[in-house]
């Protein structure tokens, strides 16, 4: 008998951000490979969108509206999300905020929103999604999502690349306090995507410089985001993988001169 690693029927998969462009896509990538989806965020069309290309294609999603900064949104996310399936088993985090602003000119309402919006909803979900995981003891995957500002950190976006820094920081931590309960966190770090907060900062000059420092030469398609969130998900593809940062960039980590 064939066993297929990559099979997540019976999982139940919440992916906060799930209406964003790469967090639908990995959103549809999950329910491609059967697991339950539950798509969690502020924009109920767009969620609703996510959803209905989920069924379309035979698999299982439902929308649940909620802002990932707000403890007591998602802790009610989470019991709604137990009466409709009866667990959690992986965790997507995948909101984001990007700015363009000179450091000189930062004011710190743009720093908290984009440091609540990219990490705070992160520490909150793995408090609130990862406490049921290690209470349930059935083990389970948290998949965070970071970005190749991380490390080193691009110019121009520097509260986002001190944001995602910290994610890598969070996951590495966090991939050592859930490890006894057999609760795997680990990141995927994506390239250049073309996902609606990095659109607005794409001059043609810096687009340019992304080409020249990426060896596949291309943006990424978001389904390429894909794969790599199925394989973490997987409990039987990644099951000694934990604290792991997962590049999908083309090459763009590999590059120097």
């Avoid at 969620?47 to 439902?62: F, N």
């Avoid at 607005?200 to 060896?215: D, F």
Wanted: proline fraction near 4%.
């Amino acid at each position: 008998m064939f066993v297929t690693m990559f099979d997540l029927t019976g999982k139940t998969a919440v992916v906060i951000g799930g209406n964003s462009t790469l967090g639908g896509a990995m959103a549809v990538g999950l329910a491609s490979h059967g697991a339950r989806v539950a798509v969690v965020g502020r924009n109920k069309e767009k969620g609703l969108a996510v959803c209905s290309r989920i069924g379309e294609a035979g698999g299982e999603a439902r929308f649940f509206a909620a802002d990932a900064t707000r403890e007591e949104d998602l802790k009610q996310v989470l019991a709604e999300v137990l009466a409709w399936s009866g667990c959690v088993d992986i965790l997507m985090n995948c909101p984001g905020m990007n700015s363009a602003t000179p450091f000189f000119e930062l004011q710190m309402e743009e720093w908290d929103a984009i440091m609540d919006i990219n990490l705070k909803s992160v520490v909150l979900a793995c408090q609130i999604f990862g406490k049921h995981m290690v209470e349930r003891g059935a083990g389970g995957s948290i998949i965070n999502i970071s970005s190749v500002s991380s490390s080193p950190p691009l110019s121009k976006v520097f509260t986002y690349s001190a944001s995602k820094a910290a994610v890598n920081n969070i996951t590495q931590f966090l991939a050592r306090e859930f490890a006894p309960s057999r609760v795997r966190v680990n990141a995927i770090i994506p390239g250049f995507f073309p996902a609606e907060q990095n659109r607005r900062i794409l001059s043609q000059e810096r687009v340019e410089s992304i080409m020249q420092h990426t060896p596949l030469g291309r943006f990424g398609s978001p389904d390429e985001l894909q794969g790599a969130a199925v394989f973490l998900a997987s409990d039987l593809a990644s099951s000694f993988v934990t604290g792991a940062l997962i590049r999908v960039d083309g090459g763009f980590g590999a590059m120097t001169i």
